[in-house]
């Protein structure tokens, strides 16, 4: 009968079993760190995106109110609820950003409906978003009926020119979207 020989084992597969792993590893940290990054980056892209469409919700909020506003009482100096006459030197929009003054009784808050702006269905914003409708004292002489309703040559009105600007906050409160619009009425 024969005895096996008995080989020396200098533990080649236990060194390179661990550089498999260990190369592994690197792998899957390297891609849990990619796909973190990634879902921060689509949350922080759908936050501006609802600041941009709640501050878009205040645009046309502005444009619908201004139909009923009367230019000669309804604007003041020092912007009043929303209401304010163009500074010549520094627009009065400039003036809320610089002084942090957005949430202010200067600016107005959406109140299109009854129910807070919502977005998904649930989803409820930290805060309303809020405009201001600068009238711009340099008034457009009439050029055609096709203009404006009812303010044509014919009727001898001017067109008067109006600065809406809006802001709108995120799902976060820390995000925002500021939206300018001018429209020609």
Known sequence: MSTPTT?????????????????LTLISLSAIKSTSLEERMAGNARDQ??????????VREAMKSLAGLSPASAFAAGCSAGLCLNDPVTPVWTALTNNNQWTSSKTKAYTATAAALTFDGATTLPAQPRYIIELVP??????????????????????????????????????????????IY
């Open 7 to 23: 080989t020396s084992q200098n533990g080649a597969a236990l060194i390179t079993g661990l550089i498999f792993l260990v190369v």
């Open 138 to 183: 340099n008034n457009v002489p009439a050029f055609g009926s096709s203009a404006s309703t009812g303010k044509g040559i014919t009727s001898g009105s001017q067109l008067i020119p109006y600065r809406i600007t809006a802001r709108g906050w995120g799902i976060t409160g820390q995000t925002q979207a500021t939206i300018q619009s001018t429209v």
């Open 49 to 58: 995106d609802v600041a941009f469409q709640a501050a878009e919700a205040g």
